[in-house]
């Protein structure tokens, strides 16, 4: 069984940046696709990022140019660096691998 924790979140500026972490005891990310979703307040979940096994990724238009996914060299961490943060991020926000999801971590940005 995969166990993902989300670390990273937390209150920030609109403008501000944040890093979010996510790992996995035992597991090496290079074997299945990864994914940062987030879930705002009434919405539904949505996909911010993500990145496949050969380490390409993709990203939701809103994240485009501001968030940067990525895995550590030794494939046991993924990141989401966000950047120019706006009100609209504020969400919890979860990591995948493939069909598994950490708890998540929430997102805050103040206007």
């Known amino acids: 069984q995969v166990q993902l924790v989300e670390s990273g979140g937390g209150v920030v500026q609109a403008g501000g940046s944040l890093r979010l972490t996510c790992t996995a005891p035992?597991?090496?990310?290079?074997?299945?696709?990864m994914g940062w979703y987030r879930q705002a307040p009434g919405k539904e979940r949505e996909l911010v990022a993500m990145?496949?096994?050969?380490?390409?990724?993709n990203y939701a238009d809103s994240a485009k140019g501001r968030f940067s996914i990525s895995r550590s060299t030794d494939n046991t961490r993924m990141y989401l660096q966000m950047n120019n943060l706006k009100s609209e991020d504020t969400a919890v926000y979860y990591c995948?691998?493939?069909?598994?999801w950490g708890p998540g971590t929430q997102v805050t940005v103040s206007s």
């Open positions: 035992g597991i090496s990310f290079s074997l299945n696709n």
């Open positions: 990145i496949n096994r050969g380490g390409i990724t």
């Open positions: 995948s691998f493939g069909n598994n």
